[in-house]
């Protein structure tokens, strides 16, 4: 085998699991094919030691930190195909590189489906926003907005306030029923009934939405939910089983981060339904717990789904 670890994807996940795997001087491999979802937003918050620097400095710091561990190779590059093989697994690159390991660490992330609104794609990651625990507190308890494409809208628009005055745009996509709608009231939620047909402000920021009745609401944020995929079909190719989420289908795991499929593990947005760097970074943690104490045991050894024979 060229490594005992492959990881795929280098985000804020795959990061954090090659630095553990480094530092038990396993040969890993972390493959990145350099578009992290994270890539729309000017500053990561809430992330312990590194509120406020922006994603992309702060992946290039661990870069320099994977550095370090010579048993870690970081390389440019994108999966497109993987195969289970004896003792292992076998992926094939876009530019047509083979490459073996014993386990894989799938860091893949999501893509996300942002609703057709104009100015609604300029202004992802800036203005229009996924997480008031990431953002909200830059928005200095302005009027923000909540965009409903499901339920899930009810769940947003209970939390936004604590950031600033809220209104919930329901979009004919979500409809409170009485205790919701008092609910909302209770929580000084306005809830407009007539869709957004525009996102009004200057390049990414966002001053006032255009409804489709020409009535001018001014906000300064706008939180949605989008709709999610997973950014890399490695799952599917290998048949890990899916869960269905509020946004979308990800990777099912255990507490050990490991998939349905023997010495496969997952970390981050593709095996989870909480988007959060945070999180990420713990489930990368895990991850490459799980997979160096199957290198170790033996598959025979790990929970859930991997009780096939030790590898």
């Known amino acids: 085998m060229d490594f005992d670890i492959i990881i795929v994807g280098g985000s804020f996940a795959g990061q954090a699991a090659a630095i553990q795997l480094g530092r038990a001087r396993r040969r890993v491999l972390l493959l990145d094919a350099g578009q992290p979802r994270n890539r729309f937003a000017q500053a990561s918050h809430g992330f312990l030691g590194q509120d406020g620097h922006a994603p992309a400095a702060i992946m290039a710091t661990a870069k320099l930190q994977l550095a370090k561990y010579g048993t870690v190779e970081q390389r440019a590059g994108r999966a497109v195909e993987v195969h289970a093989i004896e003792g292992g697994f076998q992926l094939l690159t876009e530019d047509a590189q083979t490459i073996r390991a014993r386990r894989l660490i799938l860091a893949t992330g999501v893509k996300d489906s942002l609703p057709d609104i104009s100015g ?4 992802w990651g800036s203005s229009v926003l996924h997480c008031p625990y990431c953002h909200g507190f830059e928005l200095n308890q302005k009027p ?9 809208a009810m769940h947003q628009a209970m939390l936004v306030p604590d950031w600033g005055p809220t209104t919930l745009f329901t979009q004919a996509a979500f409809t409170p029923n009485a205790e919701q709608e008092a609910q909302l009231i209770a929580r000084g939620v306005q809830i407009e009934k007539t869709p957004i047909a525009e996102l009004l402000g200057s390049k990414s920021g966002l001053e006032a939405v255009r409804l489709q009745d020409g009535r001018i609401v001014a906000i300064s944020g706008l939180f949605v939910a989008p709709k999610t995929e997973l950014a890399s079909d490695l799952a599917i190719q290998l048949g890990c089983k899916l ?11 255990d507490p050990m ?3 349905s499929v023997p010495g496969v593990f997952a970390a981050g947005d593709a095996a989870s339904p909480m988007a959060n760097a945070t999180i990420a970074a713990a489930a990368g943690v895990m991850a490459a717990g799980g997979a160096h104490h199957s290198l170790i ?14 590898a």
């Open 257 to 259: 981060q490991h998939t």
């Open 144 to 152: 923000l907005g909540v965009l409903a494409s499901s339920e899930l």
């Open 120 to 123: 609604m794609q300029e202004r």
């Open 297 to 310: 045991y033996g598959l025979a050894k790990q929970g859930g789904a991997s009780s096939d024979k030790a």
């Open 243 to 253: 869960t269905a989420g509020p946004t979308g289908a990800f990777i099912a795991v």
